[in-house]
């Protein structure tokens, strides 16, 4: 781990341009998004933090990389040390393997970690902060609505309490948000499934695994983004998108068998009411949370109204059969 009191030379360094923090560098979108910005705005200087390692080192002159821990410190210093623009907060801590033992720490990590950020963010007079939720906050119910707006309730730890840092963190985010309106400019983004080659979530493997359950008596409509697409929404919203809360989709929906043949993997044909009861005996061959069992039979489809309010109708580049063929490239 790098000790930034030793790094003090690094803020000084970039003390002339402008600054952009990228909070959880490590994952794949966050990588694309440095790419993107870096190429876009050369005379920003770009900061990633995280607590993993980098897969691959930039070669950008504007581009630099800390791996450092998540502590109240690290962060007191790294705030103090370079009087950030803008600040993108994309380190929540995935779901996807989400369980009892591990709650606590990602509670800590996606609650407590979020309100740090928050905290310095306004402390050190950021002008914009971008947070990246997920359209799970809604959760999969069979009531839900054709299209679930922003302003819909958050229901997804009603079922499954493993997605309470989810909702809490995406609510902890929104009431900052509104109550700090006047002194910084913040967008919460809550995208709907991202997929890609270095995209790690639960539906990518959902998509890429052979003879994964695909249910004979449910059949719900998802919407996937690419994760350039997702990354360049991202990018744009720096200038682009105002305060506020949005969805991110796009139009076209498609059922999960037709994403599955797209796909071209062979399937587990099985009637889902019954393996929520095989659940144990299932996670032996496929690691799955059990949240997404829900996903996989009720849809849970958003509205990007607002979105395009800002963006147009021309914000994607890719359909959705292209991101799901190039998903392929993952196998």
């Known amino acids: 781990m790098m000790d930034l009191k030793r790094e003090g030379t690094f803020g000084q360094m970039l003390n002339k341009s402008r600054k952009i923090l990228i909070v959880g560098a490590a994952g794949g979108l966050a990588r694309i998004l440095t790419s993107i910005l870096s190429k876009a705005n050369p005379e920003d200087q770009i900061i990633g933090v995280d607590s993993r390692p980098q897969v691959e080192e930039f070669k950008r002159e504007n581009v630099q990389f800390l791996k450092i821990r998540y502590t109240r410190g690290n962060f007191e210093k790294l705030f103090r040390d370079n009087e950030f623009h803008a600040v993108y907060h994309l380190a929540r801590m995935s779901h996807a393997y989400s369980n009892k033992s591990n709650l606590a720490q990602r509670l800590d990590l996606n609650i407590m970690g979020t309100n740090r950020i928050l905290e310095l963010a306004l402390k050190f007079d950021v002008k914009k902060m971008i947070i990246l939720s997920t359209y799970h906050v809604y959760g999969a119910l069979s009531d839900n609505p054709t299209f679930i707006a922003e302003d819909a309730p958050l229901k997804a730890s009603i079922k499954h309490p493993e997605l309470r840092d989810v909702t809490e963190m995406d609510q902890l985010a929104t009431n900052w948000m509104w109550k700090n309106q006047h002194r910084i400019e913040t967008v919460v983004l809550r995208p709907c499934s991202i997929i890609g080659p270095q995209i790690r979530n639960s ?129």
């Open 203 to 331: 539906m990518s493997q959902y998509l890429t695994t052979k003879y994964v359950p695909l249910g004979v008596d449910f059949n719900p409509m998802f919407q996937f983004i690419h994760e350039f697409d997702m990354a360049n929404i991202l990018a744009r919203s720096l200038k682009e998108v105002p305060t506020g809360i949005y969805n991110v989709a796009p139009d076209e929906v498609v059922s999960i068998k037709k994403a599955k043949e797209i796909i071209g993997l062979p399937t587990f044909k099985i009637p889902l009411i019954t393996l929520s009861p095989m659940t144990l005996a299932v996670k032996k061959i496929w690691n799955f949370p059990d949240y997404l069992i829900e996903y996989i039979k009720f849809s849970c489809v958003i509205d990007n109204a607002e979105l395009k309010k800002h963006l147009k109708d021309d914000f994607l580049r890719f359909s959705t059969k292209e991101a799901l063929e190039l998903l392929k490239l993952k196998l």
